[in-house]
């Protein structure tokens, strides 16, 4: 499997929320820093970026069944570096002792999956990332992206960054700041929580 199709954020590009939301990971070539200014030059570039790994086999479209090969490509990856840090000794094997020290370290970082969150350590968020309502499910979520037809182009994706942009530009300068993006997620997130 091509390693930029595991990287794809197709969630946070799903929604059109490149410029909003801050995914996880450190700032790069794709992600603003938090308190970071962010253009409409940028998010365009970072669709761009964004589409052509997830875009495996460059026909221009974006489909659930690619989404759901890149879910289960960063599951095997996530699954064979687990294996890899709790083989100490790289034999290929993992021995009780390997097992219990991994699970130690585990404990040692905040819980299960070494999660910090609102909830506090281990606690779970939403629904799980490659569960039915994730990037490429049948659920709401995946419905929002993909639409009727199973596929979403680049422009879609472009125009949907751009509208959220427009949304969150406050002052209309073209430029989004840290404050303005904080204020964007802040509603986004009320939304979400408001009753049907």
Not at 18 to 41: E, S
Not at 52 to 57: G, I, K, L, P, V
Not at 125 to 137: A, E, V, Y
């Amino acid at each position: 499997m091509n390693k930029p199709i595991i990287l794809a954020g197709a969630a946070l590009i799903a929604l059109g929320g490149v410029a909003l939301a801050q995914p996880p990971g450190g700032p790069g070539p794709d992600r603003p820093a938090r308190d970071a200014d962010v253009t409409r030059a940028q998010v365009i570039a970072s669709v761009e970026q964004r589409f052509a790994r997830m875009d495996a086999n460059n026909d221009g479209r974006f489909t659930r069944e690619e989404a759901q090969a890149g879910r289960q490509a960063r599951r095997a990856e996530r699954m064979t570096a687990r294996f890899d840090r709790l083989d100490a000794d790289h034999n290929g094997a993992i021995s009780r002792e390997e097992m219990a020290a991994g699970q130690q370290r585990r404990m040692a970082e905040g819980g299960r999956h070494g999660r910090r969150g609102p909830g506090g350590p281990g606690m779970h968020h939403g629904p799980p990332p490659g569960g039915p309502d994730g990037p490429g499910g049948r659920g709401m979520r995946g419905q929002r992206l993909f639409g009727e037809q199973g596929f979403v182009t680049r422009d879609q994706l472009r125009e949907r960054a751009l509208a959220r942009f427009d949304r969150a530009d406050a002052d209309r300068n073209g430029t989004l700041t840290a404050a303005e993006r904080q204020a964007a997620r802040g509603e986004m997130r009320g939304r979400r929580h408001r009753p049907i």
